[in-house]
């Protein structure tokens, strides 16, 4: 089968489509899928960099998150059947023709959506609804702050948020990104070149219930400033550092609370894994998304043999939503 693979660590430039040995069969509770389009990533930049690596076991190969078409299934198999349409949350592997992935990980693709734009779901769907409902307990008539809001997990947390009747206020560095973050649902814009997220959160809603942040250390500090009495900040990127001091007496004061996580690290089964997300995600937001209350925003489908432009896309002050790698015909 075809892959990209890595020509070492760097830019965009060291990823090669080429030729790799083909998958095994897949295994007892697996299913091999035929991948028609792969969601692009942070993480992927950052595995390409070589400062992310792959958990011990996974593939080297980038790619967290495929849609495509169910080729074979493995022993015990019983709820998929070759030729079934599906989305799937991956520990890697994703850039590829073809990829095995346990059945814990598999979900329908849901009514209304598309094949391709499926592929765009299942990493922004298991972040945001495990970081933002599971963990920071959203509810309606809370608020949600999300930081990054024109991003392809803001843009699924903004639509997630609306969908549970809670106010969300967005951070964004650009008018254009500001106004597709409204278009989506936001209810505050504010761009963080010209304004205080803190100063605007406190003033409108005295603080946020849930934040959802990407910038890591830079933001600690003003995140735990804008919590509301109660809230939770859940952490889920350092693009901003990692390493920042916090002020215990700001946040015992206000009886908050931090959580930080990484999605493609936790365990396969059991509290707090990969499966039981997936299960709620299915349970809890295919509904959601049927209804088209949540609908995956993709900015650009670019074929795979054009990886280097889709890893440039992914920062670029146009994009807003999801970048996706189109691999064949759906």
Same mark, same amino acid.
């Given at each position: 089968?075809?892959?990209?693979?890595?020509?070492?660590?760097?830019?965009?430039?060291?990823?090669?489509?080429?030729?790799?040995?083909?998958?095994?069969?897949?295994?007892?509770?697996?299913?091999?899928?035929?991948?028609?389009?792969?969601?692009?990533?942070?993480?992927? %930049?950052?595995?390409?960099?070589?400062?992310?690596?792959?958990?011990?076991?996974?593939?080297? %190969?980038?790619?967290?998150?495929?849609?495509?078409?169910?080729?074979?299934?493995?022993?015990?198999?019983?709820?998929?059947?070759?030729?079934?349409?599906?989305?799937?949350?991956?520990?890697?592997?994703?850039?590829?023709?073809?990829?095995?992935?346990?059945?814990?990980?598999?979900?329908?693709?849901?009514?209304?959506?598309?094949? =391709?734009?499926?592929? $765009?779901?299942?990493?922004?769907?298991?972040?945001?609804?495990?970081?933002?409902?599971?963990?920071?307990?959203?509810?309606?008539?809370?608020?949600?702050?999300?930081?990054?809001?024109?991003?392809?997990?803001?843009?699924? $947390? %903004?639509?997630?948020? @609306?969908?549970?009747?809670? @106010?969300?206020?967005?951070?964004?560095?650009?008018?254009?990104?500001?106004?597709?973050?409204?278009?989506?649902?936001?209810?505050?814009?504010? *761009?963080? @070149? &010209?304004?205080?997220?803190?100063?605007?959160?406190?003033? &409108?809603?005295?603080?946020?219930?849930?934040?959802?942040?990407?910038?890591?250390?830079?933001?600690?500090?003003?995140?735990?400033?804008?919590?509301?009495?109660?809230?939770?900040?859940?952490?889920?990127?350092?693009?901003?550092?990692?390493?920042?001091?916090? *002020?215990?007496?700001?946040?015992?004061?206000?009886?908050?609370?931090?959580?930080?996580?990484?999605?493609?690290?936790?365990?396969?089964?059991?509290?707090?894994?990969?499966?039981? %997300?997936?299960?709620?995600?299915?349970? &809890?937001?295919?509904?959601?998304?049927?209804?088209?209350?949540?609908?995956?925003?993709?900015?650009?489908?670019?074929?795979? =043999?054009?990886?280097?432009?889709?890893?440039?896309?992914?920062?670029?002050?146009?994009?807003?939503?999801?970048?996706?790698?189109?691999?064949?015909?759906?």
């Amino acid at each position: 089968m075809f892959a990209v693979t890595l020509d070492g660590f760097g830019g965009p430039e060291v990823m090669k489509w080429e030729k790799v040995d083909d998958l095994p069969a897949p295994g007892p509770g697996e299913v091999a899928v035929d991948v028609v389009a792969a969601g692009v990533n942070r993480a992927d %930049i950052a595995q390409r960099w070589g400062v992310y690596p792959p958990p011990p076991g996974a593939s080297e %190969i980038l790619g967290l998150e495929v849609s495509g078409v169910i080729a074979e299934v493995g022993a015990g198999v019983q709820e998929w059947q070759p030729g079934d349409a599906v989305c799937a949350l991956l520990p890697g592997g994703g850039y590829a023709e073809r990829v095995s992935v346990p059945v814990t990980r598999v979900l329908p693709v849901p009514d209304g959506v598309s094949l =391709t734009a499926a592929a $765009a779901l299942p990493e922004a769907a298991a972040t945001v609804w495990s970081n933002v409902v599971m963990a920071g307990g959203l509810r309606a008539g809370q608020t949600l702050l999300v930081h990054g809001g024109g991003s392809g997990i803001g843009t699924h $947390a %903004i639509q997630v948020g @609306r969908a549970l009747n809670a @106010r969300v206020a967005v951070t964004a560095g650009s008018q254009f990104k500001l106004d597709r973050c409204r278009d989506l649902g936001a209810d505050t814009l504010i *761009n963080y @070149r &010209e304004q205080d997220f803190v100063s605007v959160v406190t003033a &409108e809603y005295g603080g946020a219930d849930v934040i959802l942040d990407i910038m890591g250390a830079g933001y600690l500090g003003r995140n735990v400033d804008a919590l509301a009495e109660g809230g939770n900040l859940t952490i889920i990127g350092m693009q901003d550092g990692a390493v920042a001091e916090v *002020n215990l007496g700001v946040l015992l004061g206000k009886r908050g609370s931090i959580h930080a996580t990484n999605l493609r690290r936790r365990p396969e089964q059991g509290p707090g894994s990969k499966a039981e %997300i997936v299960a709620a995600l299915r349970r &809890e937001l295919w509904p959601m998304i049927a209804a088209g209350a949540v609908r995956p925003v993709v900015s650009a489908q670019v074929p795979i =043999t054009d990886v280097a432009e889709a890893h440039l896309l992914l920062d670029s002050a146009e994009t807003v939503g999801k970048v996706l790698l189109t691999v064949r015909e759906p």
